[in-house]
């Protein structure tokens, strides 16, 4: 018994060990680094003195670390606000009619999917050449007689990231669609059909019965645009660029991140303490806001 | 189904609804159609003709600028790097990953939900936010402009998306059929590889799709970690094009096209693969 049990244990040890190793090293490791460096002064590529909550504190009080950080993370708000109401609402809308099998269903549901498989970096530069002044975009509305509307698009403070947030739209919403098609697909018909014959109405029927019963693909969703807003990072650097320009209007967390790791513009050399410390907030932000929106949804779920 | 929306029987607002809701459908369809196209007759254009008239077929059909951005401007290169960084991330994914996920989900052990759990930690950590001491790391490997970084990366990447979707499905197999190979004789390893392996085949197939379709688009970690041309990736290739010829529009939208149109083609053959797998980890 002591040897079967021994050499069970070798064998688990033979399965999990070459994948364990990767995961500690190059996800873990980097993790508990980041805190670690994110405590010490640096010189270019050189750790320094142990400086305590030093970092930070520069990150968010002194000019002109938290000038950008704040107005990064004020884009990332907007970035994610725009992204669960716009394209998640959409998505559901999409998913909803797909799985009451609208005429063409098929059809759409096969062209909704195109866009997401494309690169970021494909699509950013493609839109950012249809939306330049000289570009397709404004040739069409000058084509339709709204020539009045055109404008430069990515070169406007006010109208930069909300060109970029649809863009991002265009080539995303098709992922939630058909992830809340396949949620309400799971829904058992009869419930629908028991529901519809009794004459309950179409509103009621999705708000009241559908609704309710794909709560978990919701959460999911909801996770997924809290990491992806954090993540911004493709879309900025192929259509504004790496300084999020027009004048930072375009700047998010991760090329400010970016900027400050490696140095570029206007951050000069990089600066590896105040960049460890920003790595340290997206991680912390990206868990804690997808703890309680799971927590909070959850606590919605219902089952039959 | 008496649920579905069809337009025989409706009422009048339903027909109303139905209407309008194909209507929003066909404009996101032509949205996402029209740029495509355009994209590919721009590429058979003069810079002058995109700019005076963007919307009318090329005057002739050349594929010199295809021939141009292909061969000279390396895309060959770019294109058979990235195969390349793929294939070998996914095949070592796929081997890892399902030893871990035998390993987690086949033997009961103190130890095996604290296993599991590090696995997932890596879906809910942006990796992105640790490029520093990632930087450092490969570094310190010297690993800067060598094809290893980012294959590595891409592994670890993978991984926990991996582990998670076929631990699921591995838990499912009967253990009978387990005690039965090793009356027979079969050790756990060929336990694994002749019996629950080909099981869990069309669950490979899922995270195939699911975890190569973000490596072949990622841009992050190939643009620190890969700077010069020969080693080069498909988006970052297409980045620092786009850096060298701003202002040749015809080229540029040629090397668009040679970014986005094998993923589509593959898609137009194997779109109900793609939609099952991209949607894997988010659906159960």
């Excluded at chain 2, 589509?264 to 980890?281: D, E, R, V, W």
Aim: proline residues 5%; hydrophobic residues 55%.
């Amino acid at each position: 018994m002591q040897r079967t049990d021994r050499s069970r244990l070798l064998w688990i040890a033979f399965f999990v060990t070459p994948g364990l190793l990767v995961v500690g090293v190059f996800i873990l490791l980097p993790l508990f680094m980041s805190l670690f460096n994110s405590l010490f002064s640096w010189k270019q590529l050189i750790r320094l003195d142990f400086v305590g909550l030093d970092n930070f504190k520069k990150l968010f009080t002194t000019y002109p670390y938290h000038e950008r950080f704040f107005n990064a993370m004020k884009n990332n708000l907007t970035w994610f606000l725009s992204t669960i109401l716009i394209q998640n609402s959409l998505g559901l809308l999409f998913g909803y009619l797909l799985s009451r099998k609208i005429p063409g269903a098929e059809f759409f549901k096969r062209m909704f999917f195109i866009p997401v498989l494309f690169s970021i970096v494909a699509v950013g530069f493609l839109w950012g050449m249809y939306l330049k002044p000289t570009g397709l975009v404004n040739s069409f509305l000058k084509l339709i007689g709204l020539a009045s509307l055109q404008q430069p698009w990515l070169g406007m403070e006010s109208l930069a990231t909300p060109a970029l947030i649809a863009v991002n739209i265009w080539r995303w919403v098709g992922f939630p669609s058909l992830v809340f098609l396949a949620a309400i697909d799971n829904v058992p018909q009869e419930c629908l059909e028991a529901a519809y014959l009794e004459g309950v109405g179409e509103w009621k029927l999705f708000w009241k019965i559908i609704f309710p019963l794909i709560i978990p693909s919701i959460t999911i969703i909801t996770v997924l645009t809290i990491i992806g807003s954090l993540n911004v990072f493709e879309q900025v650097y192929t259509m504004t660029g790496l300084d999020g320009s027009p004048n930072y209007a375009t700047d998010t967390i991760g090329t400010l991140f970016y900027r400050t790791a490696f140095g570029s513009v206007d951050a000069g050399s990089p600066e590896i303490g105040i960049g460890s410390a920003i790595g340290l907030v997206i991680y912390l932000l990206t868990f804690c806001t997808s703890l309680i929106s799971i927590v909070f949804t959850q606590s919605k779920e219902v089952q039959i | 189904m008496i649920t579905d929306f069809g337009y025989r029987g409706a009422s009048n607002g339903k027909k109303v609804f139905i209407t309008v809701a194909l209507v929003v459908m066909a404009l996101y369809v032509l949205l996402i159609a029209y740029p495509l196209w355009n994209m590919i007759i721009s590429s058979f254009k003069t810079n002058r003709a995109i700019l005076t008239t963007p919307f009318s077929l090329p005057e002739k059909i050349s594929f010199s600028n295809f021939k141009t951005v292909w061969i000279d401007r390396g895309f060959s290169h770019y294109f058979f790097n990235s195969v390349l960084y793929t294939v070998i991330s996914m095949a070592v994914v796929l081997l890892f990953g399902s030893m871990a996920s035998y390993g987690i989900s086949r033997y009961t052990y103190k130890m095996n939900t604290l296993i599991y759990m590090l696995f997932l930690s890596g879906i809910m950590l942006p990796l992105k936010a640790a490029i520093i001491p990632l930087f450092l790391l490969i570094k310190t490997l010297g690993l800067i402009n060598n094809p290893f970084s980012v294959i590595l990366i891409f592994i670890a990447m993978a991984l926990p998306s991996t582990v998670f979707i076929l631990a699921g499905f591995m838990k499912g197999i009967p253990l009978e059929l387990e005690y039965a190979a090793k009356i027979d004789g079969c050790n756990d390893f060929q336990i694994y590889q002749k019996i629950v392996m080909p099981m869990v085949a069309p669950a490979i197939a899922l995270v195939t799709i699911y975890n190569s379709v973000p490596i072949w688009n990622d841009f992050f970690f190939p643009l620190v970690f890969l700077q010069s041309d020969k080693v080069k990736t498909l988006p970052v290739g297409l980045s620092s094009f786009f850096g060298q010829f701003s202002t040749n529009w015809s080229l540029l939208f040629t090397g668009l096209s040679i970014a986005i149109l094998p993923m589509l083609i593959l898609y137009l053959f194997m779109s109900k693969y793609f939609i099952k797998g991209m949607t894997a980890g988010a659906v159960k």
